[in-house]
């Protein structure tokens, strides 16, 4: 689970770092505000989002570990397992529309 959004957060450093899916619609925000001070570039924002999935999808192996052991409750398993559940899919579902983008700018005549 881990080793596919590092893939995709290693894929997205040559852009500028890496960032976090989930809290998407807060970057989105922030990029959105950000032209007026010229602070945040894509890249940047890219980088954000995928360092919070990437956090999130750690905390979910944690919590699903200290349950494992007994040292969590259920509840907090379970809902830390789905949120890094959720941001997995969200991380797949941007990765799939980035490389339709660049196969869709591939087929364009020069």
């Known amino acids: 689970?881990?080793?596919?959004l590092a893939v995709l957060s290693s894929s997205f450093r040559g852009i500028s770092g890496a960032g976090s899916v989930?809290?998407?619609?807060?970057?989105?925000?922030?990029?959105a505000a950000a032209p007026a001070s010229?602070?945040?570039?894509?890249g940047s924002v890219l980088a954000q989002v995928s360092a919070e999935a990437v956090g999130t999808l750690h905390a979910g192996e944690a919590a699903a570990i200290s349950g494992i052991e007994g040292k969590a409750p259920v509840q907090q398993?379970?809902?830390?397992?789905m949120s890094a559940e959720q941001t997995l899919q969200a991380a797949i579902a941007i990765r799939d529309k980035v490389v339709a983008a660049y196969q869709e700018i591939s087929r364009m005549a020069i």
């Open 77 to 81: 398993v379970v809902e830390a397992v």
């Open 1 to 4: 689970m881990t080793d596919t």
């Open 38 to 42: 010229g602070a945040a570039d894509f």
């Open 22 to 31: 989930h809290g998407a619609a807060s970057a989105a925000r922030t990029a």
